[in-house]
């Protein structure tokens, strides 16, 4: 059973938890490992909750677990909690009509697979984060006024956006690799050649302005700026830049 929203419902208007139940506990991290039936972990577990119940003198911690015994009959219980790092997003629930099927070794195991369960789940939410982070920039490429490139590390383009094709005057097929460089006029095509050549060598900050010219002779004057992506070591593993119609 997954409890992922019960931190944020079991709470009152001012904040404070509502705890109305175990799994509000756990939820909430206020679990007490010195007490017998909760876990280094931060779980509960129980092998008789008729005995439970019968030798707590807390009535708020009988009124917790009244619905696992009385409404369902369960004698054995087990609330496990599935954490990532200091967050508890969820819980995994285990229950039997019989007394005594936990002991140590099934309540770490129990506790491994949570963790495992969390490390699965966290990988699923950073992965679909993710995602929406790569449709947000697909989206803001493709609707950017400026012109976008991306090259590899040996300077040959890699990648071209709308807005580049329309100031070239180019397909992004005709761009890839050296083919970016007939979008420029003839009379610049050397010197920004050559400038180019020596950024791409070390890899500093590269800015310049020079024309396009597209097939049909049409000219504009470019604002160009190109800057290395790194690694995490540090190497230069491609180059990022914009183009800007200042015509």
């Known amino acids: 059973c997954s409890y992922s929203k019960a931190g944020e419902l079991l709470r009152d ?8 139940c175990m799994c509000g506990i756990l ?7 010195s007490k017998p039936f909760f876990t280094s972990h931060g779980s509960f577990w129980s ?24 409404d369902e009959g369960y004698e054995s219980a ?29 309540i770490s195991v129990l506790d491994i697979l949570c963790d495992n369960i969390s490390i699965a789940l966290q ?20 609707l950017s006024p400026a012109g976008i490139y991306m090259t590899d590390k040996d300077g040959k383009c890699t990648f071209v956006n709308e807005a580049w094709c329309r100031m070239a005057g180019m397909d992004p097929e005709e761009a890839y690799g050296d083919g970016w460089i007939n979008a420029i006029h003839p009379n610049d095509r050397t010197h920004v050649f050559k400038l180019w050549d020596v950024y791409v060598n070390t890899g ?29 070591d540090g190497n230069v593993i491609g180059f990022l830049g914009t183009n800007t119609d200042i015509t």
């Open 204 to 232: 500093k900050e590269w800015n310049w302005s020079y024309r396009f010219i597209d097939k049909k002779g049409n000219i504009r004057w470019i604002y160009g700026l190109s800057r290395p992506v790194l690694d995490p």
């Open 47 to 70: 092998n008789s909750l008729s005995e439970l119940m019968t030798t707590s003198s807390d009535d708020d911690l009988k009124s917790r677990i009244r619905n696992m015994f009385k």
């Open 123 to 142: 990988k699923i939410s950073v992965e679909e984060e993710l995602r929406k982070s790569e449709d947000k920039f697909r989206m803001l490429v493709k």
């Open 78 to 106: 087990g609330l496990f909690t599935l954490r990532f790092g200091n967050k508890i997003a969820g819980i995994l629930q285990v229950n039997d009509h019989r007394k005594g099927i936990f002991n140590s070794s099934l």
């Open 27 to 33: 939820i909430s991290g206020l679990s007490d490992p």
């Open 13 to 20: 208007s001012d904040g404070n938890p509502l705890l109305e």
